[in-house]
């Protein structure tokens, strides 16, 4: 059993396995370890394929702007999936001018970080979409964003990091980290100790117990997310849809089938079982919402609902670093339900970083250290 | 939302002998099932039941079916019908779809203090070339055409699998009025019971024991169908191949617990082959890794019916006891009675613990007939040596049973005693010799396996009579002539109708006597028009 | 513990690889197959890479097919197969109807 | 009406509703109001309900019991509905389905 590498990654989410293939693109070695049985079985396969710029903290624009430029146009090509990417704009919704206030206040930050998004009306709306309902009464519009398969995509980087020979083990839950002489060193499971110089901790949620065992504590909670899948339909519309109001968000995939996630207000306080399993009410009232927005498919059959939980930051905003701390020690977490669209890039920036000590991307605003008090 | 003491999913003998259990009990109880009608796969099964009186042997399922919904209702259940529970959620809530049909078309949740999942069983299914073809159906899909639509599944039928379904089933579809055009199976071996196997065997079904189906022929649909022999790793064997003009293949290769529901729940799950494939790990009575959430029937492990109800039954009372609707001393005589019924059913051949195994002797040391696990039907030389065999003065019952199955009516049928099984309900029938036979036939209609036939070897100077039991259309007239086929369905002598019983105590079961040459006494036991 | 680089063997092709496998999506043995030689190894992940059970039916049909696919690709028993999770509705149900609850 | 049992030896005359009328691709048929839309077709002996998507290939009824989802078409404008489980009422329109439409090209 190989227990030695240059890089020991924990969690095979997307995060992990991005960073674990471009790791290993660069020659290095590295082993992946999993604490569930599948790969990609956290927020990875359980979020609704966003790759979306427009509506993001304008601490995480720079990294995800980078993303859609440099990653996600040929990730399909790189990885030999189909991650059925498609880059055709993301519309957020308002139906009153509460909501219009929310999207413009949204759109002027992302315009001052250089994100060419714009509010658009009623009728410009209906030209990109035509088959919302007339209730909406305008939206941002982002041309550059879309959205991909979070399964293929997440399955393809493990993929394509396992034939560049990166060693996942998966039903291998770390318990904990262990420094040498002030440096990282020794990650503990149950069955045996690995060994690195290099690791990184990408395990969602899971990420807080083993950071705070050394000593770095990331404020963030486990919080419920739920979506919903339809049957395949006639293919309708392309873009990516939200709402200023997040009571629903989604697409039509390639298969012809819609995802759709939304919200019932209750997520934050769903007992915490061991597999996020969905709440009886949710598959309702999401339908409720959806239909608003979209009264054309009430007809369609919805066919599963799932749910995930997102590791959801105070300030809202993934944390992508290096501890300075405890050298070798790096940290992907508190993507707080981005993980998807930045994920790629996260993993990307973090295997520079660990390869080269410097970034393509700007990662700075996205340190662990950042996180004052109020007043 | 709706509470409940006791929520059961699923109409089947299994949720309906649990609803009816705890209801008498004093729990509410409410009861959901998808379909129009109740009853499960019971209202499908047309053929007599086995077992013993408390088992309701030597009744028809579909008859079951309506005595448990009469019960049930009695009891006080209140049974949903068209009502779709879509999914269990913690806390033992549902989700249930009323039918707008039948109710207001909405979305219910309901809550239990208990709840009782008995969703029973899927068709397993076996993938060949073209298996996607219009005119390959599961047998279950064919036994709902048929038995609950009144609709032919097709006119010509190729049937896959020889376990209970296969054979009960292939017999449903001459019943029909269907041509089946062979039985095949991939086993060496025969699955199901012997009984069901010859009287299929006997109307002139041909068995092809370790074949295959290779290809399904057709463009739009299915037209014929190839089937070759396999060797001892399941591979075909080249050369083997043989085609058949049909237009229907129907799959009969097991069933698997139809478990969605409790996957949802979060309960404990295992893959148990013994079991039939993903079930609830669960407790002698049912219940699951989840307090009060209980698994009954097919859903926690493939068994017959009969087996269902019992384990039904076992899951209503715990969980009355559980939630106080029962003192313990009631309880554990109930709970034993069952044990007990359910111990009864698990005896013989056909037993759980004796799954795959090939057994070559009878309990009674004889050696089981080879012939009928492989081509269907029991060989002259190998028949005599049975107990319920005998060659007499004058009319008696020939009892074809060779297998230790757990099944007595033929006992308690013949009102002079003739017919003896003992209290091992597993034991072989003896037919006393001589035989007080007064030729009354009530044994004949009571053998689910239509196993027992009225034999006269002196009927008249040169000629025998042969009782047989006929449950096909037409019926034929006195008078009419025909051939009597020999146990592997060929023609072997003439015959002629001599007379015709049909009486309600018979339930459908029409006594066909035939007239055949003297030595074909022991040979001719069908009857076929020409 | 799980090692998901342990050698199963080259991936043979097979005579039978085109048989469909899910009726629904259409996906095949041979896919089912390649699928398991590039890593998946359970049956969440064979679904969620290939979409097989992932259709109308939601795996009702195919899960104990593939399930038997890749326990023979991998050399284990199917009971071994890391199995994939329910989700409700267990039957197809159209957005109106579950949109439309009774009065709590 | 070629595959109706029109008397079970156990079963007896089948208890049906009234004869309604409905179309298949336009085409007039008649059924027993009630019955499955499925049942109705297999009796008038057509066996092909929908082309796949992908493959273009013909299905039909596989369960008959509402689970495997084979036997779906275009019922009154729906796709995807389960002819098997599905009543069959006067007037019904019902198409052979293509992939998830009513147009033959969505399969191409």
Redesign the interface.
Known sequence: MKTTADVIVIGAGIVGCSTAYYLAKKGMSVIVLEGSNYIGNGGSSRNGGGVRQSGRNPKELPLMIWGVKNIWPSLSEELGVDTEYKQKGNLRLGKTDRHLEILTKLTDNAVKCGLDVKMINASEVKEINPYLSDEVIGASWCATDGHANPLTTTLGFYKKARELGVQFYTDCSVTMLHTVSGKIRQVITPEAVFESDNVVVAAGFESKTLLDGVGINIPMSKVKLECLVTEAEPQMFEQMLGTADADFYGHQTKHGSFVFGGHTGYERYAIDYANPCSSSSFASCASRGIMKYFPILKDAKIVRAWAGFMDECADQVATVSKIDEIPGLYVECSFTGHGFGIGPAAGYNTAELIATGKTPADIQPLRYDRFKTAI | MKRYNLIVVGAGPAGLCAGIEAAKRGMSVILFDENEKPGGQLFKQIHKFFGSKEHKAKIRGFKIGEQLLQEASAAGVEVKLNATVTGLYPDKEIMVMHDGKMHDGKMHHYKGDSIIIATGAAENMVPFENWTLPGVIGAGAAQTLMNLHGVKPGNRILMLGSGNVGLVVSFQLLQAGCEVAALVDAAPRIGGYGVHAAKVARTGVPFYLSHTIIKAEGTDHVTGVVIGKVDDHFKTIPGTEKHFDVDTICIAVGLSPMSQLLKMSGCSMEDNPRRGGEVPVVDEYGETSVPLLFAAGDVSGIEEASSAMIKGRMAGIRAAYELGFCKENETENSLEKCAADLGSLRQGMFAPGNKGKLIEKTEEGIPVSMNLLTNGFVAEDEIVHFPGVTSQKGIHPVIECTQNIPCNPCQDACVKHCIKIGSHITSLPVVENPAPCTGCGLCVASCSGQAIFLVNENYEPGFASVTIPYEFLPLPGKGDKGKGLGRDGKPVCDAEIVDIKSIPAFDHTNLVTMKVPAEFAMKARFFKAV | ?????RDIGPFVPGG?DD???C????VT?GEIRQAVH?????M??IR??L?CG?????G???A??VKGIVAAELHIA??????A??????????????????E? | MQNRITEHPILGMPQKGRVVSFTLDGKVMEGYEGEPIAAALKAAGIMIHRYTAKQHKPRGIFCAIGRCTDCVMIVDGKPNIRTCVTPLKEGMEVRTQYGCSAKKDDTL
């Open positions: 513990m799980n090692d998901r680089l039978d048989l469909i496998i009726r629904c999506e259409e043995k590039e890593g998946m190894f359970t969440p992940e969620r890479y979409r992932m259709g109308l039916c939601q009702q049909t195919c104990r097919l199917s009971s071994e197969v890391e199995p999770s329910s989700r409700g509705p267990v039957r197809p149900t159209e957005m109106s109807t579950l949109g439309n609850e009774e709590a």
